[in-house]
């Protein structure tokens, strides 16, 4: 009989430790994640400045992309309190050589993804040395502002259409006065 009530109590015992294990798992792995949080920044390379009008969604860790391959990632941003312009540091790989008259853009990955620096090379024969600013700079476009300006286009484009409309309908064709259009000469 000793024998049937102690499978049951070690076998409950096996699963309780099974969960807790588990459970201690889930809880390393949680503590992790928000550990290693925004520490994806990459110094290796040599580090690069812009000034940018609006980064909205671009942060620290954020990539800096060449042709759409990953050649860095932003390692700084402050606002320059004379400007009122985001100051944007990022290092760039050291094989990746860019001329001076390069220039650097914010981009979304995708409507509703992260926004990353688009590196276009220019012309110029020299490069850009470490701790050099890109000059040509344009900042993130704003979905939400695209979207109100085509709303507002679109309300515009329909109150001139239906005033246009209505100014048709109350001249007539003729040039006459609107009450003499409606009569006719009955004899």
């Not at 390692?75 to 220039?103: C, G, H, M, W």
């Amino acid at each position: 009989m000793a024998s049937v009530t102690t499978a049951p109590a070690r076998r409950n015992m096996a699963e309780l430790i099974t969960g807790v294990a588990v459970l201690l798992g889930l809880a390393l792995m949680l503590v992790a994640a928000i550990v290693g949080e925004g520490r994806k920044t990459d110094s290796t390379g040599y580090a690069l400045h812009a000034s940018f009008g609006h980064i909205d969604g671009l942060g620290v860790g954020s990539d800096v992309r060449l042709a759409g391959v990953t050649v860095g990632q932003v390692t700084q941003e402050r606002v320059n309190p004379a400007t009122y312009k985001a100051e944007v540091t990022f290092t760039v790989r050291p094989d990746i050589k860019l001329p001076t008259d390069s220039a650097a853009i914010i981009t979304s990955d995708s409507l509703l993804g992260g926004k990353y620096i688009a590196l276009s090379p220019g012309g110029d024969d020299s490069t850009l040395k470490a701790g050099s600013t890109i000059n040509q700079t344009q900042g993130a476009i704003s979905l939400e502002q695209l979207l109100s300006k085509f709303i507002f286009s679109v309300t515009d484009t329909l109150t001139r259409a239906n005033k246009d409309a209505a100014d048709k309908e109350a001249t007539p064709a003729n040039g006459a006065a609107p009450e003499a259009a409606g009569k006719t000469d009955q004899p």
